[in-house]
């Protein structure tokens, strides 16, 4: 693929505002049906349940759902059910499960598992015709459109919103509430912004940390996938207080690191964690949402998408073609 040729990574995460625009509408009623059948459950503990970049959308959610709601939110080992077959005590948890496809053997039998046990099951899935979309107790659609590239974008911003969105109204978040009608013309600023990653900047890069705190450590996860599927970098995501705890004994000078900056509650921490790391000789790059202004929980989905067209270009530039990953189908599926 030359060098002025759009990519489908490239394409469909520029459709992403105008995706997320006609999810945030054509969901509020559903999702307004959902909040009401959540509070009668009354879960004492949300249960995610995801691969891959659906695994770190779950990572977003617990932040988010702990920090607006108080509720605790643990990460399913799908292998429990699908490889060692135990049931799970899970009829007082909310059961979130979230996917593209909707296809792989091991999430199906995560949600077979967590029915059996009389969980309350909701599905965050692209795939309407799924069989989990079949099987869930409810369903929210990522209504994100057919994904041909390998790598995700739209589906995973997309499952973002559709988390803001419930949370939002879950938690009685007026503020947010509003925030969210602003999302969609937020993520379009975002995709004006100048880019924060080039090729130049990574070309000589062959491994990588990348640091976020909170909501930001949760998008972190989803950069160092994105870095190692695209471009072919060995990158590794941390939060910026965890690797302070053994991890920065790595850092040499010219140690080469991306900071996740997230203007929240966690920012102040996280700074000072980097700046401890940068005086140790680290070569920080830092990504950011430039002069935009948002709620602080939709700072982390407008960092995301100048990324993710960051790095396709910086793929592209090095020769990378971003839609054929190596070694990689769009539906994985795993036991």
């Known amino acids: ?18 995706r997320i625009a006609e999810q945030l509408d054509k969901n509020l009623p559903a999702v307004q049906r959902v909040v009401d059948l959540i509070r009668l459950k009354r879960p004492e503990l949300v249960y995610m349940v995801g691969r891959g970049s659906s695994d770190h959308a779950g990572v977003f959610a617990k932040y988010l759902i702990e920090i607006e709601l108080g509720i605790p939110v643990t990460a399913a080992a799908p292998s429990i059910a699908s490889v060692y077959h135990r049931q799970l005590k899970l009829e ?52 994100a459109g057919e994904e041909r590239a390998v790598a995700a974008t739209k589906s995973y911003l997309a499952t973002l919103s559709v988390l803001l969105q419930l949370v939002a109204c879950w938690s009685g978040n ?31 890069i062959s491994h990588c940390v990348v640091l976020g705190r909170g909501l930001g450590y949760a998008i972190a996860r989803e950069i160092a996938l994105k870095l190692k599927e695209v471009c072919g970098i ?53 990504l950011h949402v430039g002069g935009l202004t948002a709620h602080p929980r939709l700072l982390p989905l407008l960092v995301l998408q100048r990324f993710y067209l960051d790095i396709e270009v910086v793929a592209r530039s090095l020769g990378v073609n971003p839609d054929a990953p190596p070694g990689l189908n769009k539906v994985t599926q795993t036991v």
């Not at 693929?1 to 105008?18: G, H, P, V």
């Open 234 to 286: 060995q990158a590794e995501a941390f939060s910026s207080a965890e690797f302070i705890h053994g991890p920065v004994t790595l850092v040499q000078p010219g140690f080469a690191l991306i900071s996740v900056d997230i203007a929240d509650e966690s920012q102040a921490a996280h700074l000072t964690q980097v700046a401890d790391i940068e005086s140790r000789g680290g070569l920080i790059q830092v």
């Open 92 to 143: 007082k948890a909310l059961v979130l499960v979230l996917s593209q496809s909707g296809r792989s053997p091991d999430i199906l039998a995560q949600v077979a598992m967590a029915k059996a046990s009389g969980a309350m099951m909701i599905a965050i899935v692209n795939d309407a015709e799924s069989p989990l979309a079949q099987t869930a107790d409810v369903t929210l659609p990522i209504l």
């Open 174 to 204: 007026q503020e947010l509430q509003e925030g969210l009608k602003r999302l969609p013309a937020l993520l379009r600023d975002a995709q004006a912004l100048p880019a924060q990653l080039t090729a130049d900047s990574l070309r000589q």
């Open 1 to 18: 693929m030359s060098n002025n040729m759009t990519s489908l990574m490239a394409a469909e995460a520029a459709e992403t505002a105008d």
